[in-house]
């Protein structure tokens, strides 16, 4: 559907009132702005967009959520899904709202993820790609290297898909030059905790038993360009990584013709379970860490150009971080304040 046709209701069913309109999106140009956010774990009366933060665009942003929704969907007989899905309703009425399963789903199966959420593919929503903009997005599931009891046939199945995606993103360069990931639980985190993504082996990063399925050799080998993760209660972005080594464009730039894959943990949307803390000491990978809540905001600007934000619920909308990942031959570009000036203190790194 292009945007500017006639609405169509996107449901009218007897006994759920009020039905929705829902507008087509406009086939973007490949080189065009993309303007996007992104949040992780949220609780019953989530943090983030669906707060409406002031200066944010309200206009044609698509919302991406590698996160566990509701703690828990399948509560109370699904009636705290029901109470999730009427909190996010302003949202996900109106914008695209593209999910990705986490560990908080996979009650009976990830069948409340299944059964609210209507993704692109046949994979009920578990991994699935699209085309935005000058970018290919990806949604794949961490979880079924964790719950291995609904089978271990969806690791192997997934990953096939993955690389079979990953080879048509990367042969269609010119026309998306932007490969991006998201999925629940990061590769890599230096909270204070026992996740998985502390451990130096890593399931989601090494695969099965180290060296069965492991999804780091995979997406540096199609030259994926940003990882967004959740499921740490905080938000952590790293330098350019691949295999605990860093790979920076340059001392000065650091984010500019990156010969590695950016990660950003974007987890701090707010759940009862509170912000997680770090451990005391930073890795030499870990390029911010903050514990606050907040989202982050994601603007594909064209072909060479992406501008990412950190924005602070806790500070009422400041910046804490705000950067450009640049490709070959691009010239930085001057950052934008919106309407959001940078929180005082020590986040406002400003990197270009």
């Keep these: 559907m292009v945007r500017g046709t006639p609405s169509l209701p996107l449901w009218q069913c007897s006994g759920l009132e009020p039905a929705f309109p829902l507008q087509g999106l406009e086939e973007w140009g490949a080189l065009e702005p993309t303007p996007g956010c992104v949040w992780g774990p949220g609780g019953r009366q989530p943090q983030g967009p669906a707060q409406a933060a002031p200066g944010h665009p309200a206009g044609h942003v698509r919302c991406h959520s590698p996160r566990d929704f509701a703690y828990n969907m399948d509560q109370d007989n699904g009636r705290v899904g029901d109470r999730f899905m009427r909190v996010i309703e302003p949202v996900a009425a109106n914008l695209p709202y593209m999910t990705c399963p986490g560990n908080h789903e996979q009650r009976y199966n990830f069948s409340n993820y299944k059964a609210r959420f209507s993704m692109p593919g046949d994979n009920e929503g578990l991994w699935y790609s699209w085309d935005i903009g000058p970018a290919h997005i990806i949604s ?8 291995l009891h609904y089978g271990h046939h969806l690791v192997q199945e997934q990953f096939r898909w993955l690389e079979r995606d990953l080879q048509k993103a990367n042969a269609n360069r010119v026309a998306r030059p932007w490969i991006i990931t998201m999925g629940h639980r990061p590769m890599y985190c230096s909270n204070a905790d026992l996740d998985d993504c502390t ?16 999804l780091e050799d995979l997406f540096h080998k199609y030259g994926v360009d940003l990882e967004l993760w959740a499921h740490e209660h905080s938000y952590e972005r790293l330098w350019p990584i691949y295999n605990y080594q860093v790979f920076n464009g340059s001392r000065e730039t650091p984010y500019t013709n990156p010969r590695g894959p950016v990660h950003i943990i974007t987890g701090s949307a707010g759940c009862e379970e509170r912000l997680t803390p770090f451990s005391i000491f930073p890795r030499p990978w870990s390029a911010l860490r903050v514990k606050e809540y907040g989202y982050t905001r994601l603007h594909i600007l064209n072909g060479t150009h992406i501008h990412i934000q950190q924005v602070s619920d806790d500070q009422h909308w400041c910046l804490i971080s705000e950067l450009h990942v640049c490709k070959a031959g691009a010239e930085a570009l001057p950052l934008k304040r919106n309407s959001s000036p940078f929180c005082s203190g020590k986040f406002g790194d400003g990197l270009s």
């Design 199 to 214: 451990r130096h082996e890593s399931k989601v990063r090494k695969g099965l038993r180290g060296k069965l399925y492991g």
């Design 140 to 147: 794949f599931s961490t979880e079924v290297y964790f719950f």
